[in-house]
């Protein structure tokens, strides 16, 4: 079995080889911690999880280190730390307003089934030298200074994008391009409209850290440089994230590891999710399509009802992760119907619902193995669930054995959907013997036996079902049921 991943530098599928097979490394670039996590947040967080699952299988769970940070500074999250607590000094506002954002994503990204990673660093741990000599944000920009890859002007120590020859190679935007482009005037103090920041000054009443460039705060794209070298050090494998941060994020994150650590490369494979739609169109708030996680999970904002984690799950995996995806209340609908389908395929085979109990078939590895492949994945699902049904019990088991490898639906995590299944499952058996019931209370009642029909009421009271007597349209007596709630 090869693995094999779409490497957004050099635009093609490639045979994956770690630099150590003994410690696999990927770097997949965290929320910025300012709100809830919209449901295309989640795309990378779950494309990223099966990644990570995949490299723990085929290298051991040991020797995969996993890194997601999170962004905890940024103008956006001091702008919200003002406006929802004036009355808190800044630093206290801030803090709240990244732990409890950061909180609320773990909870979020946990009901997606995603496996913590290795590490989640925060971005204001790695602003200034640590203790531990692990890398920092100053150090670095000392070190761009120093190899002449950055300069001081106008309050801000700015990346130098024509110190480094091959600048743009991700992205493929070269910088005359963007030279020609832009609006000169209002940078004057850049060498070039490209250069970025690498650190800014802050006005008193924004957050800053005491640097040898004066009291400031990072730029966005060197707290990435820093933590993926602090835990994954100077070059590692996998360097993943949404599509929209290739450029300026990723193009800026190479230019500051390769300069200050003086490599060709900061990680062997690039890899992009692509973009997440809502029925068809942009998702934006003003649109009113605008979906957090959380409202997916816990509100019937969506398609009229709660959706079970797993069903989430499944939706976005459905759609391979390069390819755009269009979120929709009928994708969810299928997905639900999918993980219906496959318990119920599965469940007169008594399988354990212990982890680990079922091998992953090894159809499904290479179809996972091949760049994330979904297509056959599913495919083969629906496949084994029809001979599971028909009491193939190999083909129950590799179901079970695909459907835990992905965290799909199996063990019915999700409450919602526990219920769901255990539903569905009981509805058939429980109809029919509700219907026996209240034909044998009709029977009593023509009878005039009404201690009999009084009986078979309670009988149905006690499992929660609820008769109504009425007449149908030719005015005979009929008798419905429903669930009491
Ligand atoms: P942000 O907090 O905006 O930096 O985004 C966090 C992650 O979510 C990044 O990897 C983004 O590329 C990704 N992301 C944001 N919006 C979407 C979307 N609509 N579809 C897919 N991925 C997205
Ligand atoms: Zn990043």
Redesign the pocket.
């Known amino acids: 079995m090869e693995l094999r991943l779409y490497d957004t530098m050099t635009k093609e599928k490639r045979v994956f080889t770690p630099i150590d097979p003994s410690n696999v490394r990927m770097y ?5 911690v300012y709100d809830f996590a ?1 449901i ?2 989640a ?2 967080v779950i494309v990223f999880d099966v990644l990570f699952r995949l490299l723990r299988h085929i290298y051991g769970d040991k020797h995969v280190t996993y890194v997601r940070n999170i ?1 905890d500074v940024d103008d956006k999250i001091n702008d919200r730390a003002v406006r929802d607590f004036p009355g808190l000094p800044l630093n206290e506002a801030i803090r709240k307003v990244t732990e409890t954002t950061a909180n609320q994503f773990q909870a979020d990204v946990a009901a997606l089934g995603c496996l913590p990673p290795t590490h989640q660093p925060r971005a204001t741990e790695f602003v200034l030298p640590r203790p531990d000599g692990k890398a920092d944000m100053v150090t670095l920009i000392k070190q761009l200074i120093a190899r002449g890859n950055a300069y001081e002007a106008g309050g801000e120590v700015l990346f130098d994008t024509q110190s480094m020859p091959d600048y743009g190679a991700l992205s493929g935007r070269k910088l005359e391009e963007q030279k020609a482009g832009a609006r000169v005037a209002v940078d004057v103090h850049k060498k070039n409209p490209a250069d970025f920041v690498l650190w800014k000054l802050s006005s008193e009443n924004e957050p800053g850290w005491d640097s040898p460039w004066g009291r400031g705060r990072p730029g966005w794209h060197i707290e990435c440089s820093a933590m993926s070298a602090a835990y994954l050090g100077d070059v590692f494998d996998i360097h993943g ?5 290739i450029f300026p994020h990723h193009e800026n994150e190479i230019a500051q590891s390769r300069c200050a650590h003086g490599t060709s490369v900061m990680a062997n494979y690039w890899m992009h ?5 809502v029925e068809g169109e942009k ?1 934006s708030k003003s649109l009113g399509n605008f979906f957090t996680i959380n409202e997916l999970l816990t509100t019937d904002r969506f398609g009229g009802r709660k959706w079970p984690g797993e069903v989430l799950r499944l939706a976005m995996l459905k759609t391979h992760y390069r390819s755009p995806i269009d979120w929709t209340v009928s994708s969810l609908e299928e997905a639900f119907q999918n993980i219906g389908n496959w318990n119920d395929a599965l469940s007169p085979h008594a399988l354990s619902n212990m982890p680990g109990s079922y091998a992953l078939p090894d159809e499904i590895l290479e179809a996972v193995a091949d760049d994330l492949g979904f297509s056959k994945v599913i495919a083969q699902m629906h496949q084994w669930a029809k001979l599971s049904k028909t009491g193939d019990a190999s083909a129950a088991k590799k179901l079970a054995g695909t459907a835990d490898f992905l965290d799909l639906g199996r063990s019915g995590w999700d409450k919602t959907l526990q219920e769901f299944l255990f539903k569905t499952a009981t509805d058939n058996a429980l109809n029919s013997k509700f219907d026996e019931l209240i034909a044998a209370r009709e029977d009593a009642r023509a009878r005039k036996d009404f201690k009999e029909s009084d009986r078979i009421r309670d009988e149905l009271a006690a499992m929660g079902v609820v008769l109504k007597d009425g007449r149908d349209a030719d005015g005979r007596p009929v008798t419905t049921w429903e669930i009491a709630r």
Do not use: A, I, K
């Open positions: 997949v670039c965290g929320p910025t919209h295309g947040n795309r990378p962004t994230g949404g599509l929209d941060l999710n692509g973009f997440l739609q998702m």
